[in-house]
């Protein structure tokens, strides 16, 4: 399964896990999203102007392991979301299939 996330400010990120060790480090919840054009609107629109700058991430993963965690629809019908628990993140990066790209920046 491709999922995007977008992320604010700081250098621009890595194409590695930083995006998702940041997550785990700050022992929040992370929320990848399933539609790029959330994910942009994310990025653009609340990222740069509360961090500075916004990025969109895309990362493939091993789509047996995500199926345990139901999509959830964060608004509209478009918008939808993995909801990974904060103790999950280390797993979660574990099933991650290559690397994670750095496919949108936004200042």
């Known amino acids: 399964m491709a999922a995007d996330r977008p992320q604010g400010a ?10 998702l060790a ?13 539609n790029e054009e959330y994910a942009i609107s994310i990025a653009r629109d609340w990222n740069v102007k509360h961090d500075g700058a916004g990025f969109v991430t895309r990362f493939e993963i091993d789509s047996a392991y995500v199926s345990r965690f139901p999509v959830q629809q964060a608004g509209g019908r478009t918008i939808l979301e993995l909801w990974v ?5 280390d797993e ?5 299939v290559g690397e994670i790209q750095v496919v949108h920046e936004f200042r």
């Open 10 to 19: 700081g250098p621009r990120p890595r194409v590695e896990l930083a995006c």
């Open 22 to 34: 940041a997550a785990a480090a700050r022992a929040a919840d992370l929320y990848p999203v399933l």
């Open 85 to 89: 628990p904060a103790e999950e993140l």
């Open 92 to 96: 979660f990066n574990a099933h991650i």
